[in-house]
Structures are given as C-alpha cells and as structure tokens.
C-alpha cells in the first residue's frame, strides 16, 4: 500500500474511535511464532491492549500474506454489534473478494467500512451538559447494556449475599 493509502486507512480509524471510542488495529505479520492464526490473534489482540482499558472494545485485523490467512477478532463488548456472523459476511464480501486479487487497501477499506455500519456511536450524557463527559452504551434487542458504577455493584453484592444468607437460613432451619 502506498503512504497515501496509509493515511486514508489511519483517518478512517481514527474517525471511528472519535466517534464510537471503538479501537481498531490492523496488523500484518509473516510468522505466527507456531500458533494458529486464531490463537495468535487472541494472544495479540490481549498483549497489546487494543481497546480502551476495562472496556474490551477493541477490534483487530490480522493478516498473514505468507500464509495467505486473515481474521478479525472482535473485543467482548462488541460482539452484540459484530457477531460472528457479520464478521463472517464482512470476511467474504471485503477481504476475500479483495485480497484475492491482491487489493490490500481496498479491502482493508471496504472491512472498516463495514465494520462502522454495525458499531453503536458514543452517546453524550444526558443528566449532563458538559459534553467532554461520554459514556458508552450497546443496545441489545433485550435492552440496553452499560458499565455499573462501584456504588451500583456495591448494592447488588450487598443483595445477593442478604439473599444467600436468608436461602441458607431457610435451608438450616427446615432440617431441624
């Protein structure tokens, strides 16, 4: 890929983490230290980091030229956006079609491309007006998922471990 190509991939990436606060990382290497590319993935995508820390939203796109083998491995808390079957669909239609023909940057494109469609944008708190302050929601068709604060796991400790007590209360009690 030419500098050029580069920075229109490098803009769009960065367009989307500004957007989304998703991470996108691609990555192309020769040697996958004796791993499979699955595994080599996973141990990348966690050594490095890629995603904001705590949030698991990152995205990685590996390829491996050599071998003629790709895969994007997708961070936990987007997989409601991108399972594995829109991965799989993204993998046909934008890498395979393109890397065949040996269309690196367009393939490369046309997966980011893809791969915005399906993430959830950064909302702006609305109990807030200071628009700096964001938080990240994930609508699921079950409802809306977010990350609980130290006060509400407190609270939700503190429920279950009343309710444990009582069931074994109850439990000790019905033997006598």
């Given amino acids: 890929m030419s500098d050029k190509e580069e ?21 192309t290497t020769n040697d996958l230290q004796d791993e499979s590319i699955e595994m080599y993935a996973v141990l990348l995508f966690k050594e490095w980091g890629i995603g904001k820390a705590g949030v698991d939203n990152g995205i990685l796109i590996l390829q491996v030229p050599s071998m003629n083998k790709y ?26 079609t393109n890397f065949s023909k040996q269309k690196y940057f367009d393939g490369y494109k046309c997966t980011i491309e893809k791969i915005r469609e399906n993430l959830t944008p ?27 604060s130290t006060e509400e796991w407190k609270t939700i400790i503190v429920i279950v471990l009343a309710g444990i007590i009582g069931l074994t209360w109850i439990a000790w009690s019905g033997k006598k």
């Fill in 122 to 148: 950064v909302k702006k708190n609305p109990e807030n007006d200071d628009s700096s302050k964001e938080f990240l929601t994930t609508t699921y068709s079950i409802g809306m998922i977010r990350r609980l």
């Fill in 71 to 96: 895969r994007i491995e997708v961070g936990y808390v987007l997989e409601g956006d991108l399972n594995d079957a829109k991965v799989g669909d993204i993998t046909r239609e934008c890498i395979e």
């Fill in 7 to 27: 920075g229109v991939l490098n803009s769009m990436l960065s367009d989307i983490e500004q957007n989304t606060s998703d991470e996108i990382t691609i990555v």
